[in-house]
């Protein structure tokens, strides 16, 4: 009928109007606002929102007058019009107005998710609603949108299959989209969905399923060809660090093995350009490798740290069912145990100084940052638990990595032999890490970095028979800690000081417990040389702990009546040891050792003093407490009997 022709024509008309309008706004959007002055940074933005406002009021109203095939049509365009002004408030820090149009779009095709004119729309919605609530601290609300983002994409190709418009193509006059190209953008599309779920998982606790969706975003981008190779290379190294804690160290050594080939296909940047950009980016590029080292040394600590634990008992002594040397392997560990709890509660203070690089914040506690509670411990064998399993290593398998996995274990060692080589290849990405975080101008990164080194040692003497090899392995540990203490200004690196004093005292604690057993070990008396180094020991470490504790004094020089959070149980565990310390001195002369008996006694009982003070805090060091309870009762009845064996 003419009405209905006039209907057509006028339809015709105005969609092909939407379609200008629609192109004047992306080129507004796209090119235009990148030359917009600083003065007006969204100049162009809020040009390109007010003709998709006319294009949105214009569909609406068209709408009502339209036949019911072109009602869909419609309906699908004015969905997609509300996408992008999301998009144009959320770019021009407007999200509350972005979000109220994601809702629209999102409600606007709801009976439409598996058209394949408005799918790759719908997700796009969803994820970027996702991101919305994740922001706001609601990662609940956030998995939900987020997941339905996921079985919408399941679901359109279980059901449909064929490759959907991309963005832009249904506001488009002609389709410009090859169906290699629509799918390959649908499929970049859930990409984002699976990572922006790996982002919200961790916040609701579940971790394990964030590294699967870590992986399985890391993998599509891999077989896809789309990433940033410094960014995915960086990604799956910090992936590796979850695995290591989890225990998986197949996993782990295969996402470093991973990020380590693809970082080095990064060719270096050209020569200087004149806006700098070259320099910024060999800058980054030396970063994110010195980055990867370091998680390369993380594992071989870990792998080492664990290794030993493995071989260990509740009290640290070895399980002589898996080394027959026991007495050699446990003596330092238990000796120190205390000490060693607290340089590794210590190491977990923040730094404040300079940036730390993600998941190395310069704690090494044996269990650094586990994500969620280790699982069961390794066989005698030194397998891990994962080993059962080799079905669950998730592979890139586009990846050649047999030369970077075969140059160190995924199995826990148990001997000196089997650790060794760990250590060379964790010394070796100590060196590289070193190459860019020099100590001018990376402080932090520098101290973080010498800690790893030292704990490395600290781990292979574990498996070292010879006491005097162990003994020189400490005293590494000791010449690289001191040497960064007396390059570094305490006013200004408080904190790492505090780290490195307490950690050379441990260390010194360490090598004079090597010592005595080495002197008890044979059948003679010590000998003058043996009996001074014993006491040389014993004074270097009380000397570090108490600059350690003179560090916590006030503006008058007084220790604090009360101690902060941070470091209360650091304080006291430090006063308990030097204590222990004190009875460590070896003399004939009984006035000294009556003097050494007085000092040890004045420092358990300022350990029982404070806590009889402070009777909620006694629970955070039951075990010290009640050796110190012991031995100031004790102590006061052996100094008389040496007070009468003077007179």
Same mark, same amino acid.
């Given at each position: *009928?003419?009405?209905?022709?006039?209907?057509?024509?006028?339809?015709?008309?105005?969609?092909?109007?939407?379609?200008?309008? #629609?192109?004047?706004?992306?080129?507004?959007?796209?090119?235009?606002?990148?030359?917009?002055? &600083?003065? &007006?940074?969204? /100049?162009?933005?809020?040009?390109?929102?007010?003709?998709?406002?006319?294009? +949105?009021? =214009?569909?609406?109203?068209?709408?009502?007058?339209?036949?019911?095939?072109?009602?869909?049509?419609?309906?699908?365009?004015?969905g997609e019009v509300f996408y992008h002004l999301g998009l144009n408030h959320v770019d021009t820090e407007e999200t509350p107005t972005g979000?109220?149009?994601?809702?629209?779009?999102?409600?606007?095709?709801?009976?439409?998710?598996?058209?394949?004119?408005?799918?790759?729309?719908?997700?796009?919605?969803?994820?970027?609603?996702?991101?919305?609530?994740?922001?706001?601290?609601?990662?609940?609300?956030?998995?939900?949108?987020?997941?339905?983002?996921?079985?919408?994409?399941?679901?359109?190709?279980?059901?449909?299959?064929?490759?959907?418009?991309?963005?832009?193509?249904?506001?488009?006059?002609?389709?410009?989209?090859?169906? /290699?190209?629509?799918?390959?953008?649908?499929?970049?599309?859930?990409?984002?969905?699976?990572?922006?779920?790996?982002?919200?998982?961790?916040?609701?606790?579940?971790?394990?399923?964030?590294?699967?969706?870590?992986?399985?975003?890391?993998?599509?981008?891999?077989?896809?060809?789309?990433?940033?190779?410094?960014?995915?290379?960086?990604?799956?190294?910090?992936?590796?660090? #979850?695995?290591?804690?989890?225990?998986?160290?197949?996993?782990?050594?295969?996402?470093?093995?991973?990020?380590?080939?693809?970082?080095?296909?990064?060719?270096?940047?050209?020569?200087?350009?004149?806006?700098?950009?070259?320099?910024?980016? !060999?800058?980054?590029?030396?970063?994110?490798?010195?980055?990867?080292?370091?998680?390369?040394?993380?594992?071989?600590?870990?792998?080492?740290?664990?290794?030993?634990?493995?071989?260990?008992?509740?009290?640290?002594?070895?399980?002589?069912?898996?080394?027959?040397?026991? &007495?050699?392997? =446990?003596?330092?560990?238990?000796?120190?145990?205390?000490?060693?709890?607290?340089?590794?509660?210590?190491?977990?203070?923040?730094?404040?100084?300079?940036?730390?690089?993600?998941?190395?914040?310069?704690?090494?506690?044996?269990?650094?940052?586990?994500?969620?509670?280790? &699982?069961?411990?390794?066989?005698?064998?030194?397998?891990?638990?994962?080993?059962?399993?080799?079905?669950g290593l998730l592979r890139f398998e586009s990846l050649e990595l047999t030369s970077l996995e075969d140059q160190v274990t995924d199995r826990?060692?148990?001997?000196?032999?089997?650790?060794?080589?760990?250590?060379?290849?964790?010394?070796?990405?100590?060196?590289?890490?070193?190459?860019? #975080?020099?100590?001018?101008?990376?402080?932090?990164?520098?101290?973080?970095?010498?800690?790893?080194? +030292?704990?490395?040692?600290?781990?292979?003497?574990?498996?070292?028979?010879?006491?005097?090899?162990?003994?020189?392995?400490?005293? !590494?540990?000791?010449?690289?800690?001191?040497a960064l203490l007396s390059h570094l200004n305490q006013q200004h690196y408080l904190l790492v000081c505090r780290q490195l004093m307490y950690?050379?005292?441990?260390?010194?604690?360490?090598?004079?417990?090597?010592?005595?057993?080495?002197?008890?070990?044979?059948?003679?008396?010590?000998?003058?040389?043996?009996?001074?180094?014993?006491?040389?020991?014993?004074?270097?470490?009380?000397?570090?702990?108490?600059?350690?504790?003179? *560090?916590?004094?006030?503006?008058? /020089?007084?220790?604090?009546?009360?101690? +902060? $959070?941070?470091?209360?149980?650091?304080?006291?565990?430090?006063?308990?040891?030097?204590?222990?310390?004190?009875?460590?001195?070896?003399? +004939?002369?009984?006035?000294?050792?009556?003097?050494?008996?007085? /000092?040890?006694?004045?420092?358990?009982?300022?350990?029982?003093?404070?806590?009889?003070?402070?009777?909620?805090?006694?629970?955070?060091?039951? *075990?010290?407490? $009640?050796?110190?309870?012991?031995?100031?009762?004790?102590?006061?009845?052996?100094? $008389?009997?040496?007070?009468?064996?003077?007179?």
């Amino acid at each position: *009928s003419p009405l209905a022709l006039a209907k057509m024509a006028t339809y015709l008309q105005t969609q092909n109007e939407g379609f200008e309008l #629609y192109a004047r706004a992306r080129r507004l959007t796209e090119q235009d606002s990148r030359r917009d002055p &600083e003065t &007006e940074p969204y /100049k162009s933005k809020y040009a390109a929102r007010e003709l998709l406002l006319e294009l +949105s009021e =214009a569909l609406q109203g068209f709408l009502q007058d339209s036949q019911a095939e072109e009602n869909i049509e419609l309906t699908l365009q004015l969905g997609e019009v509300f996408y992008h002004l999301g998009l144009n408030h959320v770019d021009t820090e407007e999200t509350p107005t972005g979000e109220t149009y994601f809702s629209r779009c999102a409600e606007h095709l709801t009976g439409h998710k598996l058209d394949l004119r408005c799918v790759n729309t719908v997700i796009n919605c969803l994820n970027q609603l996702g991101i919305l609530w994740v922001s706001r601290s609601e990662p609940e609300k956030a998995l939900e949108i987020l997941q339905e983002a996921e079985e919408v994409y399941k679901l359109y190709m279980h059901n449909v299959g064929q490759p959907p418009l991309q963005i832009h193509e249904i506001l488009s006059p002609e389709s410009f989209g090859t169906p /290699k190209s629509r799918q390959a953008e649908f499929e970049k599309t859930h990409t984002l969905t699976l990572y922006y779920l790996a982002q919200t998982y961790p916040k609701l606790g579940q971790n394990q399923k964030s590294a699967s969706y870590c992986h399985l975003t890391l993998s599509r981008q891999l077989q896809s060809g789309h990433f940033e190779p410094v960014d995915w290379a960086t990604n799956c190294a910090t992936l590796s660090q #979850y695995y290591v804690t989890r225990d998986n160290f197949a996993q782990g050594r295969h996402c470093l093995a991973s990020a380590s080939t693809v970082i080095a296909q990064v060719p270096e940047p050209c020569e200087e350009t004149e806006d700098g950009q070259a320099e910024s980016a !060999r800058e980054r590029l030396g970063r994110r490798r010195a980055d990867i080292a370091r998680c390369w040394l993380k594992y071989c600590l870990v792998l080492l740290q664990e290794s030993r634990q493995a071989l260990m008992d509740d009290i640290g002594e070895m399980d002589r069912t898996k080394q027959n040397q026991a &007495e050699g392997g =446990a003596v330092a560990d238990s000796n120190s145990s205390h000490d060693n709890v607290e340089i590794d509660r210590m190491k977990q203070m923040e730094l404040t100084e300079d940036g730390a690089v993600a998941n190395s914040n310069g704690s090494h506690n044996d269990n650094k940052q586990k994500l969620e509670d280790p &699982e069961k411990p390794a066989g005698a064998d030194g397998r891990s638990h994962h080993h059962d399993d080799e079905k669950g290593l998730l592979r890139f398998e586009s990846l050649e990595l047999t030369s970077l996995e075969d140059q160190v274990t995924d199995r826990k060692v148990t001997t000196f032999d089997q650790a060794r080589p760990v250590f060379i290849v964790g010394q070796k990405y100590v060196t590289a890490a070193k190459e860019f #975080y020099v100590l001018d101008g990376h402080v932090t990164d520098y101290v973080e970095i010498t800690q790893d080194w +030292s704990q490395l040692f600290r781990a292979l003497s574990f498996f070292e028979q010879d006491f005097e090899r162990r003994c020189k392995m400490h005293k !590494r540990r000791v010449d690289m800690l001191q040497a960064l203490l007396s390059h570094l200004n305490q006013q200004h690196y408080l904190l790492v000081c505090r780290q490195l004093m307490y950690e050379v005292a441990e260390t010194y604690s360490e090598m004079l417990d090597l010592k005595v057993a080495i002197a008890e070990s044979g059948d003679e008396r010590p000998t003058v040389h043996a009996v001074k180094k014993i006491n040389t020991l014993a004074s270097q470490s009380i000397s570090h702990y108490q600059l350690f504790l003179d *560090s916590l004094r006030n503006a008058d /020089k007084e220790m604090p009546k009360t101690f +902060s $959070e941070d470091t209360l149980r650091p304080a006291l565990v430090a006063k308990f040891c030097v204590g222990r310390l004190y009875s460590k001195f070896l003399t +004939s002369d009984p006035q000294v050792k009556l003097q050494n008996m007085s /000092k040890s006694l004045d420092h358990y009982q300022y350990v029982v003093d404070y806590c009889a003070s402070h009777p909620d805090i006694t629970h955070l060091v039951q *075990s010290e407490l $009640e050796i110190c309870s012991e031995m100031s009762q004790l102590l006061p009845i052996q100094m $008389e009997k040496v007070r009468l064996a003077i007179s």
